[in-house]
């Protein structure tokens, strides 16, 4: 995947250079850096209570990533069920480098970015019910996301929204649904950073346009 977003950025990079030189950077700083680090508090409503959330995402070329996500109910008082969950997985925003590479901006910054982080995720989940342990076999969360950015750049405040729905193993393996504990759908409200710079994972040899 890496080389493959590699070649992505080597395509793009040369074909937007003239435009880039002559008018303004309508990737509003994303390819200042090839790493974005987003951390994000906020707030997983699921059913029963609310659950406090901390999220933390690695993206790269604003791409594709992983992401890390725990919810705390007791943490706020709520008597959510299951009371915690920690899932971990990955993240893919097809959109940036195909509307980009094509020059089909819209013009608004905060639009261009909002559009743009439209994303899916995939990955596991570990859920605590009350009076138990974390579950020892995860279950399979997927979700789409986006975030609406409070600056009309790349690196700065966003509000995060993130939806989907959580299979405990047992319902993956066609047992009985015992709650929501083994199927639910949840939805994530969140003030999240995000703060692109360069790491250099692959080093094209060439300046950002």
Request: proline letters at 7%.
């Amino acid at each position: 995947m890496t080389r493959a977003l590699a070649i992505a950025l080597a395509i793009v990079t040369t074909s937007s250079v003239a435009g880039a030189v002559d008018g303004p950077d309508t990737s509003y700083g994303r390819i200042d850096g090839d790493v974005a680090v987003v951390g994000a508090l906020g707030m997983t409503l699921v059913p029963g209570a609310p659950r406090a959330t901390a999220d933390a995402r690695f993206r790269y070329l604003s791409t594709a990533g992983a992401f890390f996500t725990y919810e705390d109910g007791p943490l706020i008082g709520a008597s959510s069920e299951p009371r915690r969950a920690f899932a971990m997985g990955a993240e893919l925003r097809p959109l940036f480098l195909a509307r980009w590479a094509r020059g089909l901006e819209w013009g608004h910054p905060r639009l261009d970015l909002a559009f743009d982080s439209i994303g899916l995720d995939l990955g596991a989940v570990l859920l605590q019910p009350e009076g138990k342990r974390f579950a020892g076999t995860p279950g399979l969360q997927a979700g789409i996301g986006f975030e609406l950015p409070i600056m009309a750049k790349a690196s700065g405040l966003f509000v995060a929204v993130h939806t989907g729905v959580r299979w405990s193993n047992t319902a993956l393996g066609g047992g009985p649904l015992a709650g929501p504990g083994d199927r639910a759908a949840f939805l994530t409200l969140a003030f999240s950073w995000q703060q692109i710079f360069g790491a250099h994972v692959v080093d094209l040899g060439d300046p950002a346009p």
